[in-house]
C-alpha cells in the first residue's frame, strides 16, 4: 500500500527567506509520481509541481523546487523566497501504478505554511 | 487555461435528500476523480472513471454514491441519501493520463452541508 508522511502540521517563515516542506513516501512499485499541491484558504486545490520516479533532476517551478531523495524515499518542497501570498496548506501527493489503470492520486495530511512580516 | 469547473459551489440540504454534484473536466483529458475533504482534514480519495465505467472506488463511495458521464462534458457525483457526515468539500479531478507521471487538475470544490 501506497503512503505518504508529512510529519510538520505546520510551518512559520518570514517574508523573502526559503523554506523546505517535508514529505517522504512509500511505495513498492518503480514507476511513480510525486506531486505538490497548494489549498488557500479560498479552498481550491492548485497543482504546483511534479516529480517522476525515473527524474535524475530535481524538478524546478519558478520559486518552487523539488528535492528529491529517491533511496531516502523523500520529496521535500522547497519555497524560496516566500511571499504572503505563500501562507496556505501544502499537500504531498503521489501516483504509482499499483492502484490501477486510472492511477488514484494520494495525498498526505498537509503542511500548513505561515508567512510572516 | 484550462480549468475543470464545478457547480454549484455550495450546496445546503436536509438529511435524507439527494444531491447531485456537476463538475465539467477538462475538455481532452480522459480520466476522471471525486474526492472529498471533511473540514481542515484528509483529502479522501472516493472513485476513479476511466472509459465510462468506474476504475477504482474507495471504501467510503458506498451504494449512497454513484457517478455518471451523461453526455461528452459532464461527470456527477450524486448521493442518494445524504447523512450529516456527509458535510464536506467535494472535489472532482481530470488527468489527461492514468498513468503516473500526470497531474490531477482539480475543480474549486463544492462545500455540501447537510443540516
Known amino acids: 500500500a501506497q503512503k505518504i508522511t508529512q510529519t510538520q502540521p505546520g510551518m512559520f517563515v518570514q517574508e523573502k527567506e526559503a523554506v523546505t516542506l517535508d514529505c517522504t513516501y512509500d511505495?513498492?512499485?518503480?514507476?511513480?509520481?510525486l506531486f505538490w499541491y497548494k489549498q488557500p484558504s479560498s479552498g481550491e486545490m492548485i497543482f504546483l509541481i511534479y516529480q517522476g520516479s525515473y527524474d535524475e533532476q530535481n524538478a524546478t517551478e519558478g520559486r518552487y523546487s523539488l528535492n528529491f531523495q529517491k533511496a531516502r524515499k523523500s520529496a521535500n518542497l522547497v519555497i524560496s523566497a516566500s511571499q504572503l501570498g505563500d501562507s496556505a496548506m501544502y499537500f504531498c501527493?503521489?501516483?504509482?501504478?499499483?492502484?490501477?489503470?486510472?492511477?488514484?492520486?494520494?495525498f498526505g495530511t498537509g503542511t500548513r505554511l505561515q508567512v510572516t512580516l | 487555461e484550462p480549468e475543470v469547473t464545478q457547480t454549484p459551489s455550495h450546496q445546503v440540504t436536509q438529511m435524507g435528500q439527494e444531491v447531485i454534484l456537476r463538475c465539467v473536466p477538462i475538455s481532452n483529458h480522459l480520466y476522471f476523480y471525486w474526492y472529498r475533504q471533511i473540514l481542515g482534514q484528509k483529502v479522501e480519495f472516493l472513485v476513479s472513471?476511466?472509459?465510462?465505467?468506474?476504475?477504482?472506488k474507495s471504501e467510503i463511495f458506498d451504494d449512497q454514491f454513484s457517478v455518471e458521464r451523461p453526455d461528452g462534458s459532464n461527470f456527477t457525483l450524486k448521493i442518494r441519501s445524504t447523512k450529516l457526515e456527509d458535510s464536506a468539500m467535494y472535489f472532482c479531478a481530470s488527468s489527461l493520463l492514468g498513468g503516473p507521471h500526470s497531474p490531477l487538475h482539480f475543480g474549486n470544490g463544492t462545500r455540501l452541508t447537510v443540516t
Open positions: 472513471f476511466y472509459n465510462n465505467e468506474i476504475s477504482e
Open positions: 501527493a503521489m501516483r504509482d501504478y499499483l492502484t490501477g489503470t486510472a492511477s488514484k492520486l494520494t
Open positions: 511505495t513498492s512499485d518503480q514507476s511513480y509520481g
